[in-house]
């Protein structure tokens, strides 16, 4: 029992230690800003916090199963992971922003996309945080993959938890996210509240999340895609 | 605002069929090693308590790919230096050695089989003459490198011991 609380306070320790690397800064500023758009609705945050926490758990525990279960070699998926993933986060990252531009545009103008249609995107985005988890959690950088591969990989085996600790792990990698998520949300909330403008702070929230989204889809596309180096 | 639209959207089919175009499975890549996690762990032991040959000689590589990041360059940094100055003496002499090698360099390709890499790392090698008798991964170096000292301090305590014959 006391070995299980140790590892898994392990697990968790390398999922926070992945997360607070500067490698996934970037990936973690869009989930930040994606998990928390609709400051207005609290609940909404948590819920997207929620989904994009169980996302990156359930990515960690499939590819933990792999690995540990012999199907596939380590330096086999982690160089798959490592190489192809990330030459689809950039272009996703973009097509995401592209769409929250629009979306935004069309209820701005008031025209052109049924109200219908919009909140179906927008349920559709409460469960987008889930998939924005699997797939950021997919896209390992180095630092990632060093600390699963070699940290959390030999600690589930040892204490024989392939399904535990990488998890815990998982949650440990959204940590950050969903700090800042909910102290955006909180904190918009009770701005907006004092100040009766919280529906003028979703707005332009929103279109902050778009413009990252944007800005990280290009970064990354140029980082990974194209090869540059921006010190992240 | 429709220029903008227009580049990023461009830059999406752009990025989106480098990405397609580099996704493309090649045949030799799908050679790669069959090792599993329970492997791994047994590779990193690697035990041998063996005696020291006059012609002994270690190899400590730093594995990288084209893609870099900060990390890694505080990996690369710390253990490079380290050695250099640690090991000054054994480097004159010819009984150590320090290797950078970028694995997605033509002709590299075969050391991520050989060692079975699975990110940038840190691969101590002891050889007697051209061959080479064991190799240990320093995995731990990415959970010691936030904290300078004590990565250094485990870079230290690695090659020493491989010097001595004793790479635990």
């Not at chain 1, 609380?5 to 697990?11: D, E, H, L, N, Q």
């Not at chain 2, 959970?143 to 000292?149: E, F, N, Y």
Request: glycine share 10%; aromatic share 10%.
């Amino acid at each position: 029992m006391n070995e299980t609380f140790i590892g898994m306070s392990a697990a968790l320790w390398l999922g926070i230690l992945t997360s607070i690397s500067p490698c996934p800064l970037a990936t973690n500023i869009a989930a930040i800003s994606y998990v928390g758009r609709r400051v207005a609705k609290t609940r909404r945050v948590l819920m997207a916090g929620l989904l994009y926490t169980l996302g990156r758990s359930l990515a960690y525990l499939v590819v933990a199963i792999i690995v540990t279960k012999g199907l596939l070699s380590i330096p086999g998926v982690s160089n798959f992971l490592q190489k192809y993933i990330n030459l689809f986060i950039g272009p996703i990252m973009l097509a995401v922003g592209l769409l929250l531009l629009y979306i935004w545009k069309f209820s701005f103008n008031g025209g052109g996309m049924g109200s219908g249609l919009q909140v179906r995107i927008d349920k559709m985005g409460v469960w987008g945080a889930g998939v924005l988890g699997m797939l950021f959690a997919l896209a390992l950088c180095p630092v990632s993959a060093g600390l699963f591969f070699g940290g959390l990989v030999p600690l589930a085996i040892k204490n024989h938890s392939a399904i535990l600790f990488p998890t815990v792990y998982g949650i440990g990698t959204a940590v950050p996210v969903l700090g800042f998520s909910l102290l955006l949300a909180f904190g918009a909330h009770l701005v907006g509240t004092a100040f009766n403008k919280l529906t003028v702070i979703e707005i332009w929230v929103r279109r902050i999340t778009a413009a990252v989204m944007l800005l990280v889809g290009v970064v990354l596309i140029l980082k990974h895609n194209f090869g540059l180096y921006f010190g992240i | 605002m429709k220029f903008l639209h227009g580049m990023l959207l461009g830059m999406f089919a752009v990025s989106a069929f480098v990405a397609c175009n580099a996704a493309q499975p090649k045949p030799q890549k799908q050679a790669t090693s069959k090792q599993t996690a329970t492997e791994k762990t047994d590779s990193t032991k690697a035990v041998t308590a063996m005696p020291v040959a006059a012609n002994t000689k270690i190899v400590v590589y730093y594995f990288h790919g084209n893609a870099r990041c900060p990390t890694c360059y505080k990996l690369e940094n710390f253990a490079k230096s380290l050695v250099e100055t640690d090991f000054a003496d054994q480097i004159r002499n010819g009984k150590i050695e320090w290797k950078t090698i970028n694995v997605d360099d033509a002709g590299n390709e075969h050391f991520t089989n050989d060692y079975k890499l699975y990110t940038k790392s840190v691969i101590v090698s002891t050889r007697e003459g051209d061959k080479e008798v064991v190799w240990k991964n320093l995995d731990q170096i990415w959970t010691l490198v936030g904290d300078q000292a004590q990565y250094m301090g485990y870079i230290r305590k690695e090659v020493r011991a491989c010097l001595e014959g004793k790479c635990l």
